[in-house]
């Protein structure tokens, strides 16, 4: 769960994505299951194959398309915590750096 802008995220590296048209695919080798995202949603994905942190993230969606500060926030988590339930990311607490989601 994230309880700070400060926290880091990171995709796992237990699966594979590939882009196609824009969007991408990711196979998660644990599950099985593959999940798509859309332009938006691999921009984001793009930037968290290395650790970032919350607001980096939301600050470069912001720059990078034109949306309202507060929807981005919202659809942003929304997002962060859809990939943390499904194993495809961690989320870091920022003054541990330890993972505090599966």
């Not at 994505?17 to 984001?44: A, D, K, Q, R």
């Not at 919350?54 to 962060?80: M, T």
Request: net charge negative.
């Amino acid at each position: 769960m994230i309880n700070s802008f400060n926290n880091w995220i990171v995709a796992n590296k237990n699966q594979v994505s590939s882009e196609v048209l824009g969007e991408t695919v990711i196979l998660n080798m644990t599950s099985g299951i593959y999940y798509g995202l859309n332009e938006t949603g691999t921009f984001i994905w793009n930037l968290i194959q290395e650790p970032k942190t919350v607001e980096y993230i939301l600050s470069a969606l912001l720059d990078e398309y034109e949306a309202k500060p507060e929807e981005c926030k919202s659809d942003l988590l929304a997002l962060i915590q859809d990939l943390a339930d499904k194993g495809m990311i961690e989320i870091k607490d920022e003054a541990s750096m330890q993972i505090i989601t599966p």
